[in-house]
């Protein structure tokens, strides 16, 4: 109390001189409509710029939390996606609850990669912790990324489809033809799809997609765009290069592509091999 006596003791003058300034300019303000709509256009433009500012800094300091949710809600909608690719049709009897899906993925972000060797890797910022495991596959928004081939608890190397020893069992999407994805070791932006008939309808711009056999990528996902075709001279098969529908090279976000079933398929490829 003494400080508030001392400190009206000593701006007495101050404070009657704004408390008359705020009489006097209410007074005027209340008797002048112009003045009255001028005062509140200002108090409204400056308390919108206020409002503005506060926005931008929450927008800002919750940037990495709607992240998270933008890539979980772009999980949920590839799944929904999917199912609709495997059920196209209403019918009764296909799967609604979300359990009913064979995949599920697992955001990443991308902390290192590379696309200048000839056996290319991607490293991401998800582990074992996080569920991940070898031989899972990896794929963007836009298309196949890779396959992971080592996991520790808090990272994961993907070896990128860039690499030519990654074939990946595809499908040309017209004739459902099936063929391997390969990378001849020259070009990065060039892959080459081999195994497809000269009989087939292959054309620029056909779209290759996976098979879905592999139980490591959904079936049905992009994959390349066919750029040249052309039929091959020593075999039954045409030179095909495509142009994959991912941009490996700039890619910031990945999803770790975890089959439910992979577990019992691979049982019974095991049990198919020793009668082999």
């Not at 990443?108 to 569920?131: F, H, M």
């Not at 008939?197 to 490591?216: M, Q, R």
């Amino acid at each position: 109390m003494r400080t508030i006596y001392y400190l009206i003791n000593r701006f007495h003058t101050l404070i009657i001189f704004i408390i008359l300034e705020i009489i006097s300019l209410s007074l005027i303000y209340k008797s002048n409509q112009y003045q009255e709509v001028k005062m509140l256009n200002t108090a409204n433009g400056v308390a919108a710029k206020f409002v503005s500012l506060n926005n931008a800094v929450v927008q800002f300091l919750n940037a990495g939390k709607n992240n998270k949710i933008l890539q979980q809600e772009n999980i949920e909608l590839r799944k929904q996606i999917k199912h609709q690719n495997i059920y196209p049709i209403i019918d009764s009897t296909m799967p609604l609850a979300s359990e009913e899906y064979v995949f599920d993925y697992i955001p990443a972000k991308i902390i290192d990669n590379s696309i200048n060797k000839q056996v290319n890797y991607i490293t991401i910022n998800k582990g074992k912790k996080d569920g991940i495991q070898k031989g899972e596959g990896v794929v963007s928004s836009n298309g196949v990324v890779g396959i992971v081939t080592n996991v520790t608890n808090n990272f994961a190397l993907v070896r990128s489809v860039i690499s030519t020893n990654t074939p990946i069992g595809i499908k040309h999407q017209k004739s459902n033809a099936l063929g391997s994805l390969t990378w001849n070791g020259v070009d990065p932006f060039k892959l080459q799809v081999l195994e497809l008939s000269k009989t087939l309808p292959v054309k620029p711009n056909d779209t290759i997609v996976t098979t879905g056999y592999s139980a490591i990528f959904p079936p049905d996902f992009p994959v390349a765009i066919v750029q040249k075709v052309e039929p091959d001279p020593t075999s039954s098969f045409f030179i095909c290069n495509v142009k994959l529908t991912n941009s490996i090279n700039i890619i910031g976000y990945v999803y770790v592509v975890v089959n439910k079933q992979k577990e019992e398929l691979q049982q019974l490829h095991n049990i198919q091999n020793n009668e082999l």
